[in-house]
């Protein structure tokens, strides 16, 4: 009598099987089985490293009541040993529900191949921050060097989105963390990008969260400093003793300020204001 069609069959006795021993691996890839959970490892690829407690214990009790809906996808390692490629969110919470074993895909994948899928898949996550997406997508650039235009094709995005979560990451680690917490939003992050001096940077962002700037608000302001900018590329770099008045004038005023300065040491002090209130408060301010 033959065998039994061996994917008739459940996992264990697939790869237990002395018989079946050789091919077990190549059996498996591509199906979808029950693994037990203690048989699977997390994903040390995985660029997300904290989960929600409160959230992990909703899709647990979701799971407890109508089980895994939807598959995890793992890869395999050994005749029982399985690492996660995607689903981690429903494997800990798999767990918390008591669950012994999970419906999973198991897949043929090497190093690269999971790195990618598990950042690809973060991505697409709807309850990541903008830097979260943005850190996803450097390590799409720097570790499997794909182009810009390369990741847009595989997450179903524009090339300008990629280029402008990318940019984020030139913000001051003080503005990532800001936005990381939602203190201020994509829209002003993206706004402070254009302010190249660091400095100015922080004083913006301090002033977006003092007066609770919406975005538009920001890019004006950000218009404002960099006009004067503009006119100061043909002069010579600030010396620091200027730089150094420039960032305690902006910190005492509230605003930012703009210096001038020649070969001969000539300039002078620029404060802009966009209402008679902004004004009165400079002017209460220079006079006190």
């Known amino acids: 009598m033959g065998k039994r069609s061996a994917l008739g069959r459940g996992l264990a006795g697939l790869l ?23 048989q699977i490892e997390t994903n040390p690829y995985q660029p997300r490293t904290q989960f929600r407690e409160s959230a992990l214990r909703e899709l647990a009790q979701s799971i407890g009541q109508l089980g895994v809906v939807q598959p995890i996808t793992v890869r395999q390692l050994g005749t029982n040993t399985f690492q996660l490629v995607s689903g981690e969110r429903r494997f800990r919470a798999a767990g918390l529900a008591g669950l012994r074993c999970i419906t999973a895909y198991v897949r043929v ?39 810009q235009e390369a990741i847009s094709t595989r997450v179903g995005k524009k090339r300008s989105t990629v280029s402008n979560y990318l940019r984020l990451l030139r913000l001051d680690p003080i503005i990532q963390s800001g936005i990381r917490d ?8 993206r706004a402070l990008v254009n302010v190249k001096d660091t400095a100015v940077q922080l004083n913006i962002y301090e002033r977006i969260i003092r007066e609770d700037l919406n975005v538009r608000q920001t890019e004006h302001l ?31 005023l509230g605003s930012p300020v703009a210096i001038e300065c020649d070969e001969r040491g000539k300039g002078q002090i620029v404060i802009n204001f966009e209402s008679e209130h902004d004004f009165q408060t400079l002017y209460q301010k220079l006079c006190s």
């Open 222 to 252: 950000v218009r404002r400093w960099n006009e004067p900018q503009k006119r100061l590329k043909k002069t010579r770099e600030l010396p620091y003793y200027l730089k150094e008045a420039r960032e305690d004038i902006s910190d005492f």
């Open 182 to 189: 939602e203190m201020i939003g994509m829209g002003h992050g």
């Open 16 to 38: 237990n099987d002395p018989d079946e021993g050789r091919d077990a691996l190549k059996v498996a890839s591509g199906h979808i089985f029950e693994i037990p959970l203690d």
């Open 109 to 147: 994948a090497n190093d690269r191949e999971v790195l990618e899928m598990a950042l690809v898949e973060n991505i697409q996550r709807r309850d990541l921050n903008p830097i979260e997406v943005a850190l996803c997508y450097r390590r799409l650039v720097q570790e499997l060097e794909l182009t």
